[in-house]
């Protein structure tokens, strides 16, 4: 396979002569200064994108904003336009979605949104796109910020400062509806955004509000609803935002930025079960579910202070707040996990799970180039991060995942040589990352020591806390060569580092003598990531070919436990992929294609002897894609028309290991796109059709994982519409 992609590799560089960012160059996306290129701030360097040994992407406001007015969130908009990245689970839990075939790491403003310890899978839906004016896309395993980002980093950058003398702003109305436009599937969104600039000092302030619908597909029938993870469907969201700027000097300037983001379900409908054996999917019907209708909060604040001239040199620096409570709604039977006999007599005890955490960190760094030695760019920088979290059953007040806390302190430094006047640059660095995970004694649920076939006893087990440290140093390094402006090649190796799913690891325990000092099962997961690729940015072609490849000694592979639950193994696993982009500028003005393509592949060891043997299923791994796209700009018109080709995939296992089921192969689907946008004297009319063409398919995560459930195999959504209506003043 792998002389195959090298081949597929040097070939597709070759016919196509482009790069990569494919949704929008860098160049693109924003305005740096007069002519300047785009700063990608997840990236830690004010370099240019081209200077670093990185895949990176930009999707700009004008994208994500078309994006989001067919799809509906940022996940969605990323999903879409990277096709490394796997689709949408088109619920509010994006557990099992990867970018190149292992988890990204979202960040707003380079904070980071997940939880560490325990992942609720919440951290694509933390703030309302309406404040997010692009997305940086950083590719591969690395630790540039830290815990997590073994697949990538999705940074979030939230909207700047007003660049003029008193009020501006903007405002959104839009509506939304399923095909045959069912009353229950109508919904809606309100916007605003006002902001105030006086000498150095500004201030900005907005709210959104929107309800969604419930869902309809291909056939006109309702969506299933996941009652337990979360859905988008059936739902309102709120988020409230504000930033306040000072300048303090011509180069300086403080920040501070405050978010609210909450969306809850209305708890209008259930679901009911489906058939895979005739192809009838999970679908609902209107009823009042048990408990509490899941939802999800964030609450975050910031405040940050940078000097671009600092001493001749870029100073950053940032201190955050973050808390969330991720609440999980509950199904009585089908949840064995919370059933105990000493509570309420088995299969009548209702529960339900929530996530809490409270992360504290800060972030500082100085770049600049070496004195006397100008060609050779220096990074000096330190990260913390302090997060809290445990999983609580809410009704009956037991504690599912007991409290834990995480602390991670690391230093590092980069540095970027321009050689031979840009013709070569060489980059590299080392992270040295200090973790500990503290967790006192606590008992499991009474479930973990029954199993069915095996052993009857039910009352779970103790376990023994500690307060386990680990260290590593990871490196990173790369080649750059730019032979002429807008074309180069370059190498890289770069080190992941994440924690494990130490919550899903650690309610899972069902063996006495446990001690977690010395548990090998919640060591973090180190992953090592190279990639080789060619970019060009030149006249009408902007493209790029991309092959990458990654292992982990200690991997994460998420395997169906108890119910509808995922449990974690610690496997050795290798992925390798192909990426290859391509857009060009047609003869008419404002017309562009673009192709791109992605292949990837990934195995992880079954039996300890450090050989991979099984292929990665669905629920780890994204499936081959072809993305074709058309786009006009020009004038007060703005259009997409845009087809995503998910390619068939089946699992299979080396000669003598158990064989994946079957069941679980994924036929391949479908899905196009539309929006067309014009720009009156009034504000922008916008007209969005998700699934142009009605296209019946179940989604990739329902056809590829837990194929006796009933209740989780969901059809995608079929076509809908969304008018909108934006007016910025």
Request: glycine letters at 12%; zero cysteines; charged letters at 20%.
């Amino acid at each position: 396979m792998v002389r195959k992609a090298i081949h597929i590799l040097l070939s597709s560089a070759t016919l196509i002569a482009g790069g990569h960012a494919f949704a929008q160059s860098p160049e693109e996306a924003a305005d740096a200064g007069p002519g300047g290129p785009i700063i990608v701030t997840a990236a830690r360097s004010i370099l240019p994108a081209n200077a670093l040994p990185l895949t990176i992407d930009v999707i700009d406001k004008d994208a994500l904003d078309q994006q989001i007015a067919i799809s509906g969130s940022v996940t969605d908009a990323v999903a879409t336009l990277t096709p490394s990245f796997s689709p949408t689970r088109q619920k509010l839990s994006g557990a099992g979605e990867t970018l190149r075939g292992r988890s990204p790491l979202y960040a707003i403003n380079g904070i980071p949104q997940s939880t560490p310890l325990r992942d609720g899978a919440r951290d694509g839906f933390t703030i309302d796109g309406f404040f997010v004016d692009r997305v940086e896309l950083i590719f591969g395993s690395n630790a540039l910020q830290g815990i997590g980002g073994t697949g990538g980093i999705v940074n979030q950058v939230t909207v700047g400062a007003p660049k003029v003398e008193g009020l501006s702003g903007r405002v959104l109305v839009q509506g939304t509806a399923d095909n045959d436009v069912h009353s229950d599937g109508i919904g809606g969104k309100l916007g605003g955004l006002f902001q105030y600039k006086v000498g150095d000092f500004d201030a900005t302030i907005g709210a959104t509000y929107e309800k969604r619908g419930v869902y309809y597909d291909g056939r006109g029938d309702r969506i299933g609803l996941n009652l337990t993870q979360g859905e988008t469907q059936d739902s309102q969201a709120t988020n409230i935002f504000a930033r306040l700027g000072y300048a303090v000097s011509a180069t300086g300037r403080i920040d501070l930025i405050a978010s609210r983001f909450e969306l809850k379900g209305e708890g209008d409908f259930v679901a009911v079960e489906g058939n895979r054996l005739t192809g009838q999917p999970t679908g609902a019907v209107r009823g009042t579910p048990p408990g509490d209708p899941a939802a999800n909060r964030t609450e975050s604040i910031a405040l940050s202070y940078t000097d671009s001239a600092l001493g001749g040199g870029n100073f950053v620096s940032q201190i955050f707040f973050n808390r969330s409570r991720d609440t999980f709604g509950g199904e009585l039977a089908p949840i064995a996990s919370f059933q105990d006999p000493s509570i309420a007599p088995v299969n009548t005890l209702f529960d339900q799970s929530q996530n809490r955490s409270r992360k504290i960190g800060a972030k500082i760094s100085y770049e600049r180039a070496v004195p006397g030695f100008e060609a050779l760019t220096a990074t000096l920088g330190f990260d913390a991060l302090w997060d809290k979290t445990q999983q609580q059953l809410i009704a009956t007040g037991r504690v599912w995942v007991p409290p834990a806390e995480f602390r991670s302190l690391a230093p590092f430094t980069q540095a970027n040589l321009k050689l031979f006047d840009g013709l070569v640059r060489v980059a590299g660095g080392a992270r040295w990352e200090n973790v500990q995970i503290k967790i006192d004694d606590f008992h499991t649920l009474a479930q973990t020591t029954r199993t069915l076939a095996v052993n009857p006893y039910w009352g779970g087990v103790d376990v023994a806390g500690g307060k386990p440290k680990f260290d590593d140093l990871l490196i990173n390094g790369g080649l750059i060569i730019e032979p002429w402006q807008g074309i180069r090649a370059y190498a890289s190796y770069a080190e992941g580092y994440t924690a494990p799913d130490v919550g899903r690891i650690t309610r899972s325990i069902n063996q006495t003598g446990v001690d977690i000092d010395n548990y090998l099962a919640i060591e973090p997961i180190v992953s090592n990531n190279r990639e080789v690729g060619i970019e060009v940015k030149r006249g009408p072609f902007d493209g790029s070919a991309t092959y990458f490849w990654s292992s982990s000694d200690k991997g994460q592979l998420l395997v169906p436990g108890t119910g509808r639950n995922f449990d974690v193994q610690r496997q050795r696993i290798e992925i390798e992929g192909l990426e290859v982009n391509l857009r060009a500028q047609m003869p008419i003005e404002g017309l562009k294609l673009g192709i791109g393509y992605a292949h990837i592949q990934g195995r992880y060891d079954t039996n300890a002897d450090d050989v991979v043997d099984t292929d990665l299923d669905g629920v780890n791994i994204s499936p081959d894609r072809v993305n074709l796209s058309a786009t006009y700009n020009h004038g007060p018109v703005s259009a997409i028309l845009q087809t995503q080709y998910y390619l068939s995939r089946s699992f299979h296992a080396d000669a003598g290991r158990p064989q994946p089921d079957q069941r679980n192969n994924f036929g391949g689907y479908t899905v196009t796109d539309a929006s067309i946008r014009y720009q009156t004297g009034l504000g922008g009319v916008r007209l969005s059709v998700q699934n142009l063409f009605d296209t019946f398919y179940i989604d990739y995560s329902s056809d590829t994982r837990l194929p006796t459930d009933k209740l989780a195999y969901f059809a995608g959504r079929g076509r809908s519409f969304t008018l909108s209506w934006d007016y910025s003043f």
